[in-house]
């Protein structure tokens, strides 16, 4: 049995640190809520901001989509709950309206499901 | 001050600018209005503060117009250009990394490398012809990586820029300071034929999908494109061709043969055949004549004809169709929330796994250890495939909405879709659905020997039946208008809900209605049984008539089946679905309409309400229940079963109750929606095992586990190949869907 190498404990330890980062930086990010009264402007880029939107049960509130990121992944908006699936040509305003009729957490996400934003109606 | 334009609406000669350019300005807060005719639209300077879009609104309707904010609705075409832009573009980049990596692979490939000339060997030359491959074909890729890390979110494009910027990255290492690797024990050999090959590769599977899922939206692009772009309208005795988005209702509109009918509509004048294959999937032209319902978007074969309009714009029949449509393919199935939470994990769970790969490898494995660790760590990067995860279920929700679209099976959601599957008892609702829905008197029997009144039972029925809204009263009294038969006066009429109709005429007590209100009423029917019975074994309604408490005759009504009814039950049949009729006729009636389309299982005696409570019983035998109705008198049981189809009615697509509405009014559909359901999720299945599948098995052979056992290990450019063939495999089963026979 050799002794284990320096290298290989820096290695393990960088590499232990690492996955910790990677979890807590992806996993553990708080989410900020805005509240919307009526209009919320949504730019899409490398994600939504605002990402997580509350908003009042029984209100129409219009959600604009601006996307400015011209990856393929985001050139598409879908709202599960809300029957909405909406094509974001780039750099263009697009406006969606709803309505909820529930309280809850209404999660909305890209085309292929990798980028994620949350309505919530209070 | 903020400047707006609006679209306004009635506007015909230029005083109604004058008109509503004063009512503007006239309004407090505006300090600046233009209207113009030629393209309807009023440019409004105004203090948004003082004044809102409403109470502008409302200043033009003040003066008999109507202002509205045109919605911005991006056009079609410049999101078709935007695509196709974008497609070359991809092009481009996929063309010049291929043959950029094709020469570095040329230069330093063991065997390959005989053949090149000699400069592609020089690692310099490499290290150049690599650059903008990372840095230009692949920039799609950082652009996407940079702003999502500041959301502190990554995706598929996250893994390829860390694995392929890490391969670059060493590789320069190698070329610039070799004498670092060297130093550690490593042949300083560079990986550019892996940074570049793997973004080639990774971007010519990106264009071969995005070709692919442009396929999946076809149906709405070609339901869009039916759209009618203008029509001749006839205002103050002339005729003038005016865009779609300007015809009003009430607009009279002149249709001539082999054009298509611009928007829906009532015929005033003319007749004509009319194909609405295009729009409801009803495969046989229709004859129209005044009074009838036109849809718009159709076309018109053989007349000439004039109508109204009666609903434009989004109210349209094929408008409300793309709108279902849209929705549909913008819901979520219940079968994708699982694929939903883990692509909400996969990517950080791939990185870890990538770091725990590289420390594996670099802590234990073979010696050069640390080219072990890098290669097997970026080969678990770029293998890895969100993507077809993402794909799976949404592309062939869109398929398959847009192919039922397309044979008149309109479907209000993917969880609608998802659920038709499971259906194992469809009940058909009788009248209306199974029949027209328009009975015809068949047969007037008088009863002998009572009270010689036989040659007036018509007269007697058809004078008291005047006043009810029943569909066998209508038959009876158009029966009586078609002999021209006089009616007589009626008083006291009363109609007894579930039993028939009384009332007096001259005097007399009349009663009509089934044996349940003889037997209420104490009139014997016996000598009329025989007759009564044969006349319901052929499937008829019999009511029966009794004058001052006698028996005095029969009538016989029948509802014509619909042609498309024995088919669409021997599909259900073939399909091993149990097949339930529901009528409010009484057993033997029912039981010979059921005989003559096979039905085996009947509900007979069932009143209206009571049709919801027999869908529960069906249901509380454990099976999935369809219930197909005409979506007005059946809402209740339609929203009862677990799914609703509705037979279209008009031009109303959106009934409210029913999760599939079938607008080509063909039985034969019912079967044809289950199994396009059962397809779709065969095929979403398969899509999910694929994607699920693919990662769970090709993750741990690039991390190595194979190794130890086979000395197997995953070459990133493998990788690569197989992560580009993934997804395009998954949009391309999707496809598939459109091929199959429904």
Redesign the interface.
């Known amino acids: 049995m050799g002794i284990?190498s320096e290298d290989?404990i820096i290695?393990?330890i960088v590499?232990?640190l690492?996955?910790i980062f990677?979890?807590w930086?992806?996993?553990f990010?708080k989410e900020k809520e805005t509240a919307v009264e009526k209009e919320v402007d949504i730019i899409v880029?490398?994600?939504?901001?605002p990402?997580v939107i509350s908003i009042q049960k029984g209100k129409t509130t219009k959600i604009n989509f601006i996307r400015k990121?011209?990856?393929?992944?985001?050139s598409e908006v879908?709202?599960?709950?809300?029957?909405?699936?909406?094509?974001l040509?780039?750099n263009?305003?697009?406006?969606v309206e709803v309505t909820p009729q529930r309280r809850g957490e209404f999660?909305y996400?890209c085309?292929?499901?990798?980028?994620?934003g949350k309505i919530v109606v209070r | 001050m903020e400047k707006k334009i609006f679209q306004i609406k009635g506007m015909h000669c230029a005083s109604c600018v004058r008109v509503i350019e004063n009512a503007l300005k006239n309004t407090p807060g505006v300090s600046e209005a233009n209207v113009n005719l030629a393209t309807e639209t009023a440019t409004v300077t105004f203090d948004p503060k003082t004044v809102s879009d409403e109470k502008l609104f409302s200043s033009v309707a003040n003066v008999g117009y109507q202002a509205y904010v045109k919605e911005q609705a991006v056009s079609e075409d410049a999101e078709e250009a935007e695509k196709k832009k974008n497609l070359a573009d991809l092009k481009r980049r996929v063309v010049f990394s291929l043959s950029l990596a094709a020469l570095i692979i040329l230069g330093s490939f063991p065997g390959l490398e005989n053949l090149a000339p000699g400069f592609l060997k020089n690692i310099w030359v490499q290290l150049i012809l690599a650059t903008p491959v990372q840095f230009w074909a692949g920039l799609p890729f950082y652009k996407a990586t940079i702003p999502a890390f500041r959301h502190r979110t990554a995706n598929m494009d996250t893994l390829i820029a860390i694995g392929t910027t890490a391969a670059y990255g060493y590789s320069v290492l190698v070329t610039v300071f070799p004498q670092i690797v060297e130093s550690v024990g490593i042949a300083p050999m560079p990986y550019f034929d892996v940074s570049a090959l793997v973004i080639g590769l990774i971007l010519l599977g990106r264009y071969f999908e995005a070709r692919a899922k442009a396929g999946t939206s076809e149906a709405i692009k070609k339901l869009i494109g039916l759209q009618a772009k203008t029509a001749r309208v006839v205002r103050d005795g002339k005729e003038i061709d005016l865009p779609i988005d300007q015809v009003v209702i009430g607009d009279m509109i002149r249709v001539r043969p082999g054009e298509k009918i611009p928007v829906d509509g009532e015929i005033l004048e003319g007749d004509s055949s009319v194909d609405e294959s295009m729009v409801t999937g009803e495969s046989i032209p229709g004859d129209k004549t005044s009074g009838d319902t036109v849809i718009g978007s159709t076309i018109n074969k053989t007349g000439t004809f004039t109508y109204k309009a009666t609903k434009v714009g989004s109210e349209t029949m094929l408008a409300q169709i793309i709108k279902l449509v849209q929705e549909a393919q913008g819901s979520k199935a219940p079968i994708q929330r699982l694929a939903d939470l883990i692509s909400a994990y996969f990517v950080p769970i791939v990185i870890i796994l990538a770091i725990l790969t590289f420390v594996i490898w670099f802590d234990f494995g073979p010696v050069p250890a640390f080219l072990f660790a890098l290669l097997n760590a970026v080969a678990v990067l770029i293998i890895a495939c969100p993507c077809a995860m993402g794909l799976a279920t949404p592309t062939a929700i869109m398929v398959g909405t847009g192919k039922g679209a397309e044979h008149g099976i309109l479907i209000k959601d993917a969880e609608s879709l998802e659920t038709a599957h499971k259906v194992k008892v469809v009940v058909f609702d009788k009248t209306g659905t199974l029949t027209v829905g328009k009975p015809v008197v068949t047969d007037v029997v008088s009863v002998k020997g009572e009270g010689g009144r036989g040659e007036n039972i018509l007269q007697i029925a058809a004078s008291l039946e005047k006043g009810s809204e029943h569909s066998l009263a209508e038959a009876i009294v158009s029966k009586a208008d078609e002999e021209k038969v006089k009616l007589e006066k009626v008083d006291k009429f009363k109609a007894i809900p579930g039993h028939g109709v009384e009332g007096f005429i001259d005097k007399k007590r009349v009663v009509l209605g089934n044996q349940r209100l003889m037997e209420r009423e104490k009139i014997d029917i016996t000598h009329a049984r025989p007759g009564l019975v044969s006349l319901e074994e052929e499937g008829k309604t019999v009511m029966i008539l009794a004058v001052d408490g006698k028996l005095v005759g029969l009538i016989a009504v029948m509802d014509t089946l619909k042609e498309s009814a024995k088919e669409g039950i021997e599909a259900l049949r073939k399909m091993k679905i149990e097949v339930v009729m529901i009528t409010g006729d009484n057993q033997r009636t029912a039981k010979a309409i059921g005989g003559q389309l096979g039905i085996d299982r009947i509900l007979a005696e069932v009143l209206p309400d009571q049709k919801e409570a027999e869908v529960r019983k069906l249901q509380n035998e454990g099976k999935m229940v369809a219930m197909v109705g005409d979506g007005i008198n059946d809402a209740p049981a339609l929203a009862a079963a677990d799914v609703g189809i509705a037979m279209g009615t008009g031009t109303d697509v959106a009934i409210e109750a029913a999760d599939i509405t079938l607008i080509n009014k063909d039985l034969r559909s019912v079967a044809a929606a289950i199994t396009l359901s059962k397809k779709t999720m065969r095929t979403i299945k398969l899509n999910l095992v694929w994607a699920f599948g693919y990662n769970v098995v090709l993750i741990p052979v690039a991390m190595g586990v194979l190794y130890p056992f086979f000395g197997l290990l995953l070459s990133p450019i493998f990788a690569s190949a197989a992560m580009a063939l993934s997804s395009v495999s998954v949009v391309s089963n999707s496809l598939l869907l459109k091929r199959v026979k429904i």
């Open positions: 284990i290989k290695v393990a590499g232990s690492g996955i990677t979890w930086f992806f996993l990010k880029s490398g994600g939504y901001s990402e990121d011209s990856t393929d992944c985001l879908v709202l599960g709950d809300f029957k909405i699936r909406k094509e040509p780039l263009q305003k697009v406006t999660p996400s085309g292929m499901g990798m980028y994620h």
